[in-house]
């Protein structure tokens, strides 16, 4: 199975992120991974962790057997939904038999993670002191 992991959308450092929201995501990623692994088939699983200012979203996709969402709730899925439901956070599953699943979940950002992004400076505002000067 080939990994590829983008990650060219997230702004803030993994440091930066609470230990909560750090093993909140890598839980759901290694399960993601593990169910493609074992269950599905996959020869492809893509990884993508990006974040806006209040929020951080990761997703994983695989281009496995995929299942029927209504027939299967294992502990696993239930587990995933768990742990973001804790954050206040999002899932949501993909799947359809033939078609591959795709897990994303999008987890609320503390208010601290949220002034260090916007401390960050800005591509736009870096690309236009360049210009500029």
Same mark, same amino acid.
């Not at 974040?51 to 294992?74: H, I, L, M, P, Y």
């Given at each position: ?31 993601? $991974? ?12 893509? $990884? ?23 027939? $299967? ?10 742990? $973001? ?10 799947? +359809? ?18 002034? +260090? ?17």
């Amino acid at each position: 199975m080939h990994i590829t992991v983008n990650a060219a959308g997230l702004a803030l450092k993994v440091s930066e992120l609470p230990d909560e929201h750090k093993t909140c995501i890598y839980r759901l990623v290694q399960e993601a $991974v593990n169910n493609a692994a074992r269950h599905s088939g996959a020869r492809n699983v893509r $990884v993508i962790v990006r974040n806006s200012r209040n929020r951080v979203e990761f997703s994983v996709q695989d281009d496995g057997a995929g299942f029927d969402k209504t027939a $299967v709730r294992g502990l696993g899925l239930l587990g995933m939904e768990e742990r $973001v439901g804790r954050l206040g956070g999002t899932l949501r599953i993909d799947s +359809e038999p033939g078609r591959g699943t795709t897990v994303a979940a999008e987890l609320p950002l503390p208010e601290i993670a949220q002034r +260090e992004i916007e401390a960050l400076p800005r591509e736009t505002d870096a690309a236009h002191s360049r210009i500029a000067g």
